[in-house]
């Protein structure tokens, strides 16, 4: 059988089906002693914040304790990667670093 031209579609990669309700955590890890931060995502934010506590992420094994913040959601993996790179940027850490500075200044002015 012989394909013909006219019904040809352009090569695309193939992507994974996403399941329509899942929703996408981006989110932030500051250690407790406000020395190393760390951004993820994850469809499973629960089991993934326990992995972390429990010492199973290699980035934040030597973490000890630390504070957990959800940035956003996202529908998609595909956007949810996107926003991870984003936070992950130059721009990105630029912003973290204020919400860092607001966070630091009200965990003195309670404690």
């Given at each position: ?6 019904s040809a579609?352009p090569?695309?990669p193939?992507?994974r089906r996403?399941v329509?309700f899942?929703?996408f ?7 407790e002693?406000y ?5 993820g995502?994850?469809d499973?934010?629960l089991r ?6 429990k010492g ?5 094994i030597?973490f000890?304790k630390f504070r957990?913040?959800?940035l956003?959601t996202a529908d998609?993996?595909?956007?949810a ?6 936070w992950?940027?130059?721009a990105?850490?630029?912003?973290l ?13 309670n404690?």
């Amino acid at each position: 059988m012989v394909a013909r031209l006219d019904s040809a579609r352009p090569c695309e990669p193939r992507r994974r089906r996403q399941v329509l309700f899942m929703k996408f955590f981006i989110y932030w890890l500051i250690s407790e002693d406000y020395t190393k931060t760390y951004v993820g995502f994850s469809d499973n934010i629960l089991r993934r914040i326990s992995e972390h506590k429990k010492g199973l992420v290699k980035t934040t094994i030597h973490f000890n304790k630390f504070r957990c913040f959800k940035l956003e959601t996202a529908d998609t993996i595909f956007d949810a990667r996107k926003r991870e790179k984003y936070w992950k940027s130059r721009a990105g850490r630029k912003k973290l670093q204020q919400y860092f500075y607001k966070i630091t200044l009200a965990s003195s002015s309670n404690g």
